[in-house]
């Protein structure tokens, strides 16, 4: 029995290692997000991937089509700056994903960002 044990100990470590260290990076310091259609009506938002990270580890939350096999794209890939009629533009997918989950995390008493504009589109 303690055979049996400590092998699915070693896989479990085993898997968790290959996860933690076969994940692409992370990008490093803030990001600048631009390229929202009216963007030049607001300020750019300035967006901390390191603190969102810790609180969606999951990184399907936000880049919702990536499926693991390399780093996941930014959003202005798949979501254009303009409507397309397909896709939500970036401005859009940006507040329905971001706002929505601030939203949701101070519906449930959680510390969160901010759902205002002037909380984001700072000056």
Known sequence: MKKIVALVVMVVFLAVGVV????????????????????????????????????APDCKICHHTWKGESAPQKCSECHAAKKD??????????????????????????KTGPTPCKGCHKK
């Open 20 to 55: 933690a260290f076969g994940a692409p990076a992370a990008p490093a310091g803030d990001l600048k997000i631009v390229k929202a259609e009216g963007a030049e009506k607001k300020p750019v938002v300035t967006f901390s991937h390191a603190k969102h990270a810790v609180v």
């Open 85 to 110: 009629g397909k896709k939500l533009n970036s401005k859009n997918a940006a507040h329905k994903t971001c706002r929505g989950c601030h939203r949701a995390m101070k519906k449930d008493g959680k």
